[in-house]
């Protein structure tokens, strides 16, 4: 279904629950035993009743979303209101929940609604979720109900999320997805009992756009089945934390100067490796795993302040949760927790690609290497004696390694 068309059959719902219609979006009897609309809450006790009736999602993402009080939250595609009136309640008088949805006459209906409930903690915004009218880092926590499966640029609607977020930032959804690829015939099934399925994602397809985007603890639990592999379910991920004013990111190949410029500085200390010159950006790209490798940025100036990368250490399939990392961090900005939050954000992202074990080696005068990697739990496991010659004199490497307590276990 193109853009406009998806605006046009949700004013149209809209204008009927303006109306005092109560609007359903898919088959009555799924809809109610899916747990959509307001099947899917326990806790709408005094919502406008326009709220209710207008309510079209397929779950409750505000009760996954473990939303506090202060907080800022964005729901995506917020239709009539009710997760952002909902959010509401959570965040208090010092929070604010915005709502953001393609259709006029929804934001109409969703103010319509927070008025009624006296709601004032709230703002409705009209566009789209491809293009989110917010600034970077606006928000703590970004909710949605059955929307991004609708979007025919998932990647985008994810991008803008992740760009909205403050580092230590949330992603909560309900959403349709499939456990499979789905056929025409299979998805016109699916269409025709639960109204939004036919952009829905696969679970694989969804966890790569996040990780993609750089998301990280990325969770997809499957809530309610639908029949021919498609299913409600609730999807989970965090933007990487890090101190105010800095972003964690995937690598890009736009970062290569400033990459390897920082790589240098590291290899002229003399402590950070045997390699004594940067390798250039194709060497450095084709040796490092793409989906391992992220950058500490300044969000406004653009610049790269610190990274990490994994490498595999073998081609052997028994070896394929197994990799090799670095992690070094501009020179002037060294001792700023900024090493500490690009591994923890690297050994997160390792737990959604199925690492077992991530493992180094580090001079042993480089003492303060150690101890950080001993901060986010590695371990030493030996020292390799006079294991190679460095600028004229034969030195040990202290072996690190973390092992996962969750895969391989």
């Not at 390699?275 to 790209?285: L, Q, S």
């Not at 084709?286 to 100036?301: F, G, T, W």
Request: aromatic share 6%; net charge negative; glycine share 12%.
């Amino acid at each position: 279904m193109a853009h406009d068309e998806i605006i046009d059959r949700y004013s149209a719902l809209a204008r009927s629950a303006l109306s005092g219609e109560r609007i359903v979006d898919c088959e009555p009897g799924s809809f109610a035993e899916g747990g959509f609309g307001p099947a899917g809450y326990d806790d709408t006790a005094g919502l406008p009743d326009g709220a209710l009736r207008a309510s079209l999602g397929c779950g409750n993402p505000v009760a996954v979303a473990e939303i506090r009080a202060g907080e800022t939250v964005l729901d995506l595609g917020s239709g009539g209101g009710i997760d952002v009136l909902l959010s509401a309640r959570r965040v208090g008088p010092h929070g604010t929940v915005f709502g953001l949805d393609a259709s006029p006459a929804m934001v109409e209906l969703a103010r319509r609604n927070a008025e009624q409930a006296g709601v004032t903690n709230v703002r409705f915004l009209q566009g789209t979720i491809e293009e989110i009218p917010l600034p970077g880092h606006a928000v703590d926590v970004v909710i949605s109900n059955c929307v991004i499966n609708l979007s025919r640029d998932k990647a985008a609607v994810l991008a803008e999320a992740f760009r909205v977020l403050r580092p230590g930032g949330r992603f909560g959804v309900s959403d349709v997805v499939a456990t499979q690829v789905l056929d025409e015939q299979a998805r016109q099934r699916a269409e025709q009992r639960v109204g939004c399925a036919a952009g829905s994602l696969t679970v694989q397809e969804y966890r790569d756009l996040l990780v993609a985007a750089g998301f990280v603890g990325v969770t997809i639990t499957l809530t309610v089945d639908h029949g021919d592999g498609v299913h409600s379910a609730i999807v989970q991920a965090e933007k990487p934390a890090i101190r105010a004013g800095l972003e964690i990111r995937p690598m890009r190949e736009s970062d290569a100067a400033e990459v390897l410029a920082i790589y240098q500085a590291g290899l002229d200390t003399g402590q950070a490796s045997f390699e004594t010159v940067a390798p250039d950006w194709g060497k450095f790209t084709a040796s490092r795993l793409p989906h391992l490798r992220h950058v500490a940025v300044n969000p406004d100036s653009g610049e790269v302040l610190g990274w990490v990368a994994a490498s595999a250490v073998s081609a052997r399939s028994v070896y394929a949760g197994v990799v090799e990392h670095s992690v070094y961090v501009h020179p002037g900005c060294q001792a700023h927790g900024i090493g500490r939050a690009l591994l923890r954000a690297f050994i997160a992202a390792c737990e959604d690609a199925g690492v077992w074990t991530i493992q180094s080696g580090v001079f042993p005068e480089n003492v303060a290497s150690l101890a950080l990697h001993q901060a986010v739990g590695f371990r030493v496991v030996g020292t390799r004696e006079r294991v190679g010659c460095h600028h004229g004199v034969w030195r040990d490497v202290v072996m690190v390694e973390r092992r996962s307590p969750v895969v391989g276990t």
